[in-house]
């Protein structure tokens, strides 16, 4: 017996084993275990499979619970649009002429070149773009559309903004530009700017907001509606180019007295000139930072409001070098808006001496400004109506000069075919006075702009 019993042991042992493979086969597709818990104990039995349950419950809603709030105080949001366009221009598609032999101004002689017209008139687009810079002598310049007097179609920008929650009262809100252009000598053409780039902070009653990094512009009301799905119409006004643009610094906007007073008021390396025109500094050239403002009364009126307000900027010329005398511009604005009409009107005067030692461009805005009224006829259609002009010389050194008279005149309607699709069509016509010559730089131009 006593021999018999390592055999009838090794035996057991091998029915047990067989007995166990088919339950370990079919727990291979199982889930992996639970953690594992302490063992009970006759002492401490542990809690029983209900309330171990409830425990696993309450510990994944409070995850959830975390998860949610800190998606609430960092919310990420991904907007944009795009524009796309077809115009046609009079003429080469240039707003500028060469007085060859000074015989349109004998009395300016002391330039070596003169040229009268607006270079940046026959815009196209919400950018602020021209159809044709012209081919001008002594400079090179980056002419992005180049249509030479010929009609186009064109994806005017395609546009990308991030706003990024940053807790309760701070925010971060970046926008970047893509244009596709043509390229030239095997190089490409397509551009991508930064519009944008700020945090905002706001007070505990939201009425104060103070605004760091690369951020809109302080003067006047157009800057409010640069971009095209903010735009009723399309194109900028001839005096945009001082106003609309964006700049790197500080600024801080104040709503007192119940939202009726408006205060701004923005230190910035330069002005709130757009980048494609002389006056226009992103990183600074000299140590005076250039100090802008604004202030506005708002009145209710019916279902709208009428705001007034008059607003500066003074600093040291935009690519001079310190001693060098201060660029500035004032001006006024109004704007009546109703619940089916939009009257706004803005003046503007400024200057700069410009630098010989830098040859930076030196500007003697006389003045400029526009009246225009946009009417909602039908939740759909609207209609616009503009009358502007500009009187303004801008001179680099002896070298050149630039005579500016023009009048502008634009027409134009816009479907509005949802929140999200907008069909525009303007008519601009650019005239001269003041005995400038005529130039036929007239624009037809579309948009089509689809948000997101």
Known sequence: MHRCMPLWLGLGLGLAALAARPAAAESVDEPPPSPVVDAPTAADPGPDSAELLGRIDDLEQRLHTAEVSKRARFPVKITGYGDLGFFATGGDGSGLRRDIGHRMFPTRTQYAWVFYGDLLAPMVNSRGDVADLGELPGVDRVDAINADGNPSFLVNELNLTINAGLGERASFTSSVNFTPRSGHDFGLGDSVDLDLAQLEWQTRDGQTSVFVGKVDSVLGIEYRARKAPARFGITPTLIARYTTGTAIGVKARSKLAGGHVILAASVTNGSFGVEQFHFFDEVDTNAFKTLSGRAALRLPIGDGHLELGPSGQWGV???????????????????????????????????????????????????????????????????????????????????????????????????LLSPNAIVKAEYSHNGEYGGVPAIPDDVVTTSAVLAF
Request: proline share 2%; hydrophobic share 40%; no cysteine.
């Open 317 to 415: 010329q935009d690519g001079a070098r310190d001693g060098a005398g201060a660029m500035w511009f004032v001006g006024a604005d109004a704007e009546l808006e109703l619940e089916r009409v939009d009257v706004r009107a803005q003046w503007l005067t400024g200057g700069a001496p410009g630098d010989a030692r830098s040859m930076t461009y030196g500007l003697d805005l006389r003045q400029g400004g526009y009246l225009e009224a946009d009417v909602i006829v039908t939740p759909v259609i609207g209609l616009l109506g503009r009358a502007e002009f500009r009187d303004a010389e801008v001179h680099e050194g002896s070298e050149r000069l630039y005579i500016t008279k023009n009048w502008r005149a634009t027409g134009g309607f816009r479907l």
